[in-house]
């Protein structure tokens, strides 16, 4: 028995070798593979909604507005062009001192007569002295010509020009005519007015003296716009004209009708106040408050009222006993 083990050992070891070398039969099947199939394609796109682009709207250009026409004043009665110089009064000038800053004389405060040609530095203005003014006339116009020693009525700091008018000779004036700038060459109505006074306060409290500090409203009523007021019943009243002459730097035209055939007349160049309500200047400022053009005077140099020259007023048309509250006294012309 023990000489068949070692032949046993090797039939069992030649069976396990041809036991592995078999094919081996899996029973379970391989599972198939089914190809996927593909759900058909959803689209996830959401179209965006659609935004309507604003018609441009082109606004329309405005038209443009055609200018306001200048009104154009039917004139019936225009001034005369040469103008024959009447009687010459004479007014104090600064001229000659003004290097000096001061004016020479002239400058009565207390009887509304200002010599105050300068500002409130005491810088000269040549064209606010008066040198002299005259009175002439025709058929239908009173003409009153200043003289200045300037040449430029149309200087740049705006100087007005009047005429004061007193019909009943009492010293309180009754109209005022005031040219503002610009100033024409040729005879216009264009920036001239005439004020009136219609409650006698352009004296103040007293015709002649000085009042101030006193309230009031000078020459009140606008009665004459250029001919182009709602109130102008005359187109032709009054007028005005510059560089017409030697002794006419500037030159009113104004009808007689206004001032009739008796009255006072004075002039004034104002680039100070330049305010009809508040003439007479001497009855709204006291004196202190004015200063004074006049180095010597207590309160020099000028202060509140300042760029404005007057003259004494004239008498035309009567003799009067020449003691007329404002009119020229003998020495003053």
């Known amino acids: 028995m023990k000489k068949n083990r070692p032949i046993l050992l090797s039939l069992i070891l030649l069976f396990v070798i041809s036991s592995c070398n078999l094919p081996v039969n899996d029973s379970t099947p391989a599972a198939e593979v089914s190809p996927a199939t593909e759900a058909p394609a ?4 959401t179209p965006e909604p659609t935004v309507e682009e604003p018609t441009a709207t082109i606004a329309p250009s405005p038209t443009p507005e055609p200018p306001t026409p200048t009104k154009t004043i039917p004139h019936s009665l225009i001034p005369a062009t040469n103008i024959k110089m009447g009687k010459l009064i004479n007014d104090v000038t600064s001229v000659d001192t003004a290097a000096e800053g001061r004016a020479p004389y002239g400058d009565l405060y207390k009887a509304n007569l200002f010599e105050r ?14 040198v002299s003014y005259n009175l002439a006339y025709d058929e239908k116009f009173y003409y009153i010509s200043i003289e200045l020693v300037g ?8 100087i007005n020009y009047a005429v004061e008018l007193d019909l009943n000779r009492d010293g309180f004036g009754d109209y005022v005519i005031l040219a503002s700038p ?16 219609t409650d006698r306060d352009t004296g103040g409290l007293s015709a002649e003296l000085s009042d101030g500090p006193l309230p009031g409203n000078g020459y009140d009523t606008l009665i004459f716009n250029g001919g182009r007021g ?5 187109l032709d009243l009054a007028w005005a004209r510059v560089n017409a002459g030697d002794k006419a730097t500037v030159q009113f035209a104004f009808k007689k009708a206004l001032a009739g055939d008796k009255f006072l007349y004075g002039v004034l ?14 009855d709204r400022f006291s004196e202190e408050q004015a200063g004074s053009p006049v180095r010597d005077e207590e309160f020099f140099p000028l202060k509140a009222l300042f760029g404005v020259d007057n003259v004494c007023r004239e008498a035309f048309g009567f003799i009067g006993t020449n003691q007329e509250p404002q009119r020229c006294k003998m020495g003053r012309q």
């Open 151 to 158: 040449t430029n009525p149309n200087n740049p700091m705006g």
């Open 230 to 234: 709602e109130n102008d019943t005359d």
């Open 117 to 130: 040609p300068f500002l409130q530095d005491m810088t000269y203005v040549a064209d606010l002295d008066i």
């Open 182 to 197: 610009p100033h024409n060459v040729n005879w216009t109505t264009d920036n001239v007015q005439v004020f009136q006074d």
């Open 269 to 282: 160049a104002d680039g100070g106040p330049k305010n009809v309500e508040d003439l007479d200047y001497v």
């Open 42 to 45: 959803t689209s996830t796109f």
